[in-house]
């Protein structure tokens, strides 16, 4: 179905550690906010695209049983801001970016003791 919308759930931003699992939801609709017919749910995947350039992911993501939400599960290999953007894998899908942008932020921090070994190092 052309025109999907994507409705991201806890928020427009996500705090995460590097290496530590994140998982992202939400929920998918017609670009009208109609519900999506189960046997024509799409297959979406996550690009996960650092926002200081020259990195980006694929995360798969995965529908809940049962319900119109989605799930995104990974991990973070470096620190820094990231857009998660949500694609679909088949041309004849088409997200609407301009009603409902897919993006979501996440801020990675290094870990705790990656941080006390830096701040150990006299503040390198």
Do not use: C, K
């Not at 590097?18 to 929920?27: D, I, K, T, Y």
């Amino acid at each position: 179905p052309p025109g999907l919308r994507i409705d991201w759930l806890g928020g427009e931003s996500v705090a995460a550690s590097v290496g530590e699992p994140v998982e992202l939801r939400f929920r998918v609709s017609n670009a009208d906010r109609s519900p999506i017919e189960a046997t024509h749910a799409p297959e979406l995947v996550a690009r996960v695209v650092s926002g200081g350039g020259g990195h980006a992911e694929r995360w798969s993501v995965q529908r809940i049983d049962g319900s119109d939400e989605y799930r995104i599960r990974g991990a973070l290999a470096q620190p820094g801001g990231y857009y998660v953007h949500v694609e679909s894998q088949s041309p004849a899908t088409e997200i609407d970016l301009m009603n409902a942008p897919a993006t979501l932020l996440i801020s990675a921090a290094p870990l705790a003791a990656d941080r006390a070994s830096t701040d150990a190092g006299g503040g390198q």
